[in-house]
Protein backbone atom coordinates (compact mmCIF):
# COMPACT_ATOMS: atom_id res chain seq x y z
CA UNK A 1 0.00 0.00 0.00
CA UNK A 2 2.79 2.34 0.87
CA UNK A 3 4.98 1.89 -2.99
CA UNK A 4 0.73 2.63 -4.32
CA UNK A 5 0.29 5.73 -2.44
CA UNK A 6 4.47 6.79 -2.83
CA UNK A 7 4.00 5.99 -6.66
CA UNK A 8 0.52 8.05 -6.86
CA UNK A 9 2.05 10.95 -5.03
CA UNK A 10 5.47 11.20 -7.58
CA UNK A 11 2.79 10.80 -10.58
CA UNK A 12 0.34 13.75 -9.05
CA UNK A 13 3.85 15.95 -8.72
CA UNK A 14 4.66 14.92 -11.84
CA UNK A 15 1.59 15.86 -13.49
CA UNK A 16 1.33 19.10 -11.65
CA UNK A 17 4.59 20.59 -12.71
CA UNK A 18 3.90 19.81 -16.22
CA UNK A 19 0.75 21.67 -16.91
CA UNK A 20 1.23 25.82 -16.51
CA UNK A 21 4.76 26.96 -16.68
CA UNK A 22 4.35 30.61 -17.18
CA UNK A 23 7.13 32.33 -18.11
CA UNK A 24 8.31 35.51 -21.13
CA UNK A 25 7.53 34.05 -24.54
CA UNK A 26 8.28 35.82 -27.36
CA UNK A 27 6.52 36.20 -30.94
CA UNK A 28 8.72 36.90 -33.48
CA UNK A 29 7.35 37.91 -37.01
CA UNK A 30 9.23 37.95 -40.21
CA UNK A 31 7.80 38.74 -44.08
CA UNK A 32 8.93 34.89 -45.90
CA UNK A 33 9.30 36.66 -49.66
CA UNK A 34 12.33 38.88 -50.25
CA UNK A 35 15.02 39.08 -47.26
CA UNK A 36 12.93 37.13 -44.39
CA UNK A 37 13.40 39.84 -42.00
CA UNK A 38 11.90 39.49 -38.89
CA UNK A 39 9.02 42.90 -38.80
CA UNK A 40 7.64 42.83 -35.75
CA UNK A 41 8.76 41.74 -31.87
CA UNK A 42 6.02 40.73 -29.55
CA UNK A 43 6.32 39.65 -25.26
CA UNK A 44 3.85 37.67 -24.13
CA UNK A 45 5.12 38.48 -20.34
CA UNK A 46 3.80 35.66 -17.23
CA UNK A 47 1.78 33.67 -20.06
CA UNK A 48 1.54 29.54 -20.43
CA UNK A 49 2.96 27.88 -23.49
CA UNK A 50 -0.35 27.39 -25.15
CA UNK A 51 -1.35 30.83 -24.65
CA UNK A 52 1.36 32.48 -26.36
CA UNK A 53 1.32 29.98 -29.06
CA UNK A 54 -2.50 31.40 -29.57
CA UNK A 55 -1.68 34.66 -29.09
CA UNK A 56 1.08 34.68 -31.74
CA UNK A 57 -0.84 32.99 -34.40
CA UNK A 58 -3.38 35.35 -33.70
CA UNK A 59 -1.26 37.59 -34.41
CA UNK A 60 0.34 35.87 -37.97
CA UNK A 61 -3.10 36.32 -39.20
CA UNK A 62 -3.77 39.87 -38.33
CA UNK A 63 -0.61 41.10 -40.47
CA UNK A 64 -1.60 38.20 -43.20
CA UNK A 65 -5.04 40.00 -43.43
CA UNK A 66 -3.49 43.18 -43.65
CA UNK A 67 0.04 44.55 -45.04
CA UNK A 68 2.17 41.26 -44.97
CA UNK A 69 0.18 38.43 -46.70
CA UNK A 70 3.46 36.77 -46.50
CA UNK A 71 3.71 36.82 -42.39
CA UNK A 72 5.18 34.08 -40.34
CA UNK A 73 5.47 34.46 -36.74
CA UNK A 74 6.72 32.06 -34.66
CA UNK A 75 7.14 31.34 -30.93
CA UNK A 76 10.48 31.99 -29.28
Given at each position: ???????????????????????D???????????????????????????????????????Q????????????
Amino acid sequence: MKRLLFSASIAAVFALGMTSCKKDYHCDCKDTTGTGSIFETTTYPNTGLVDAQKACKDRQSLWQNTTHPAAQCTII
